[in-house]
């Protein structure tokens, strides 16, 4: 991270510069430390400038000039995320900077950094990576300026974006520049997007209709009076052959002015986010072209081993003189699997991580634990054991190896898929394994569990109860009314009912007193003030109640945010009610926290708005109790 450090290692100069918007943690769970460490690896000098100043270029001075690239990322989140609340508040606290401070990366942080970049140091090749970037890399809905906003590689002067877990392509682009290659010509890699010139997009659109116009081969020959016509006409059938590995969408023109055309493009895209079936994807933007390859495969069980082992020291950088908050929540965890094939509408994993499962081997997993074990700052407790859920690990569906996902219908939604193998048992060995470990007191899983797996197998929920809870284990059922858990891709109430049923009797059988946190959502497109008054009522008369509630964020690249933009369902066409009203959203979260004092208003409008005044007085049915004086 300076220049001191890079003449410790007896470097010049540095091939590679990362540029984050988060403070640098060398942890397994921040992505520029394993960018960092799987480039070191592969035998490339590297640094870091995280979270610079962005007023000017100097900071981005600070290591030199790179010889091959810099990398730029937002950080662990996208920006906005980073900085806004869901009422667009600026957040007093951001857990992954210094002691939290908060402001010390721009909204828009990597189109900000390049653009510093770019006046530093403008020969220089810029990739993009990361949340950010990975999740704006088509024309997307940003709900900070309310409007459709270009390809954050239209509108970043930088080459490529590296979209998913990059591994294998950031490897593969740092190869191929030292060789010698332009960044211009590196087009191929899966995982990758990049951009074309309007005019070249144009020329081979149109040599590809020519050639597929031209009746037959016999005619073409016969037409052909020169070489050069000859030649010109076996460029168009590569022009042809190109455009067979690709699909274009809707562009950017229609998807700004046509929400029809945006919830098409999103399907189309959607359905391409498969690393054994999909094809690349072309959205022509006023311009350039971006153009998306075909998603990179997963890494294979060895490889997820190596990357996860590398030599991590699971510490802030020694400059920093106060703690990362992010750092302290993820310290003593372990990551056992990447993807999640939970399918959730709201969340971006499908589109990021993918819904197939890449897993660690359970002794790579053991010995990452054992090095915990020898840390001096362990007390015996590894506080997580996952990935994106607690309880994929090892799962796997028999038609993943040969088409991937099922484009056409979810593993988990409305049912289980009975394809998919939902043994723990995989899970089980591993987590007992971790107990049996010499200085490891307990292994505790508090959050992460798809309950709907969990009741597939009894045997997994028992040691859960038994073993790895501390008191309380939170899940996330979002919502009660089935009408909003359709919408969101969730198992509904029964569900729920059955897995709090069933964790109340194996708390009783093992003897112990747990309880159940619930992860609650208000906002969510399809959910109305009669929802929201539903999922109250129903916490009302089954406990629950919870502070654990947060206001639907529309985040580029999901379901939900298609939804909530377009007011359709991307999939079905079918409209979508919304609430994108300030107070109506207001509302539906003061619904959740309806016993708050500071809510009645908002609780009291909202019930008679809904003609639910039935809902106000000193009944036992009564969410709030009724004033003589109401201020208005």
Known sequence: MSLEEVKTRGWKELDIILISGDAYVDHSSFGTAIIGRVLEDAGFRVGVIAQPRWDSPEDFKKLGKPRLFFSVSAGNTDSMVSNLTPGLKPRNKDVYSPEGKAGLRPNRAVIIYSNRIKEAFPEVPIVLGGIEASLRRFAHYDYLSDKVRQSIL???????????????????????????????NIRNIPGTVWKMEVKAWKE???????????????????????????????????????????????????????????????RMYFTEQNPVTGKGVIQPHPKTVIVQNRPMRLLTEAEMDHVYELPFTGETHPSYTEPIPALEMVKFSLTTHRGCFGGCAFCAITEHQGRMIASRTIESVLREAKKLTERPDFKGIINGVGGPSANMYGMECKTWGKKGACLEKSCLYPRICPALDTSHKKLLELLRRLRELPGVKQVFTGYGVRYDLALKDEEYLEELCAYHISGQLRIAP????????????????????????????????????????NYLMSGHPGC????????????????GYTEQVQDFTPTPMTVSTCM??????????????????????????????????????????????????????????????????RQR
Request: net charge positive.
């Open 204 to 266: 081979l659109k149109e040599r590809a209709e020519k050639s597929d116009n031209t009746p037959n081969k016999q005619e073409q020959d016969k037409q052909a009076k020169d070489k050069s016509e000859k030649r010109d006409r076996t460029i168009a059938e590569d022009k042809a052959e190109f455009l067979k590995e690709y699909v274009e969408i809707p562009s950017f023109l229609e998807v700004s002015q046509d929400k029809t055309a945006f919830a098409k493009a999103f």
């Open 528 to 543: 109305t003030l009669e929802d929201m008054i539903e999922m109250a009522e129903y916490v009302r008369d089954h406990g």
């Open 564 to 629: 909530y933009y377009t007011g359709l369902d991307p999939f079905t066409g079918k409209k979508v009610y919304v609430a994108r009203g300030k107070k109506e959203k207001a509302m539906q979260r003061a619904l959740m926290h309806y016993r708050n004092p500071a809510n009645y208003e908002l609780v009291y409008e909202a019930l008679e708005k809904a003609r639910r005044l039935d809902l106000v007085g000193n009944a036992y049915k009564c969410l709030i109790r009724r004033k003589e004086k």
């Open 478 to 517: 979002e919502h009660f009314s089935r009408q909003v858990t359709n919408a969101m891709c969730k198992p509904g109430k029964e569900v729920y009912e059955k897995f709090t049923q069933k964790f109340t009797v194996l708390n009783r059988k093992c003897g112990k007193e747990q309880y159940i946190v």
């Open 154 to 184: 239209a509108d970043a002067p930088a080459d490529l974006i590296v979209y998913g877990m990059g591994e294998l392509q950031i490897v593969e682009i740092a190869k191929r520049l030292q060789a010698g290659e332009d960044v211009r």
